[in-house]
């Protein structure tokens, strides 16, 4: 029991330092806090899922601590402790802690690809949430010069705008590594498959690089339009110079295409347990 929980702790510190440094490679970053990484709370997100929800929960606690260090700068818009307390407690441990549910769905759905996809969008609507309450009730308060009741869909807005992106990002790496590796063994190994079927490896490949595809593409061509090149500020103002007539086609193609091929792929996996092949 002694050495299971030692190989348990080791593995929580691993992937914690790894998380840390997937999070630090930023593909943007937000003025106000915030930003698109290469799916940094996948770590935390597969520890969760192999050792339950109560070892996730510590874990993605000690990584939110982490990630509140890292992000001290984000403090030094306020003045008052209350509101110090208050970021820190909703931006960074309750929001990072919520990765530790990532695993929660293990049980209900056999499927490991499948479980860490929905644990992926359960850990990143929790989080996407205490974003949006700390902005409305927390961030409100900086002189952001917003109109007169605005501030709730705001903060709606600017959290989603790198929220959106970082959940296709790691949704898609979830269901990938969920494809190839058992992470119900105590040393992950690749998934066994007898007759592996070419068009459900073909579909959730490609389905994968569509996903992943979406996330970069907004990123490249939405972000940059959402901060002043003068003053660094976040900004909607210059969302009405893009070509959203060619912008807003290629994204919902390329997220509604991913869709339909992961539940294609699915959908023929089921078909071939169902007649042994």
């Known amino acids: 029991m002694k050495q299971s929980r ?16 997937l999070s630090v490679i930023k593909l943007v970053d937000m003025p106000y806090g915030g930003s698109v990484t290469p799916a ?23 990584y ?3 990630q509140q260090l890292l992000g001290l700068e984000n403090l030094s818009y306020f003045s008052t402790w209350q509101s110090v307390v208050g970021i820190i407690v909703l931006d960074y441990i309750v929001a990072y802690a919520a990765v530790g549910l990532g695993g929660i769905f293990r049980r209900a759905e056999k499927n490991q690809s ?15 949430l205490c974003h949006v309450i700390s902005g409305a009730i ?17 903060s709606i807005s600017y959290n989603a705008t790198y929220m959106l992106p970082e959940a296709i990002i ?8 969920g494809s190839v590796l058992d992470f119900s063994r105590d040393i ?49 103002a210059l969302l009405d110079g893009l070509n959203w007539a ?22 023929r996996e089921k078909n071939n347990l169902a007649h042994g092949n």
């Open 114 to 128: 499948l479980a860490l996809f929905y644990g992926s969008i359960l850990v990143c609507l929790l989080r996407y």
């Open 170 to 177: 790691l949704c898609a790496a979830a269901m990938y590594l």
């Open 246 to 267: 060619v912008i807003a086609p290629i994204f919902c193609v390329a997220v509604v295409a991913s869709a339909v091929l992961f539940i294609v792929s699915h959908l």
């Open 40 to 62: 940094a709370m996948l770590p935390i997100l597969l520890f969760a899922y192999r050792h339950g929800t109560k070892w996730g929960l510590a874990c993605a606690t000690i």
């Open 64 to 66: 939110g601590v982490v």
């Open 6 to 21: 030692i190989r348990i702790l080791t593995e929580c510190s691993i992937l914690i330092a790894l998380a840390s440094v």
């Open 188 to 236: 992950p190994v690749r998934v066994r498959m007898e007759r592996p079927d070419t068009a459900v490896t073909v579909c959730r490949l490609v389905g994968g690089l569509l996903a992943v595809f979406s996330a970069v593409f907004a990123v490249m061509t939405v972000f940059p339009a959402l901060q002043d090149p003068e003053s660094g500020e976040f900004t909607f």
């Open 138 to 154: 927390l961030w409100a308060a900086y002189d952001f010069a917003l109109p007169e009741g605005t501030t709730v869909l705001y």
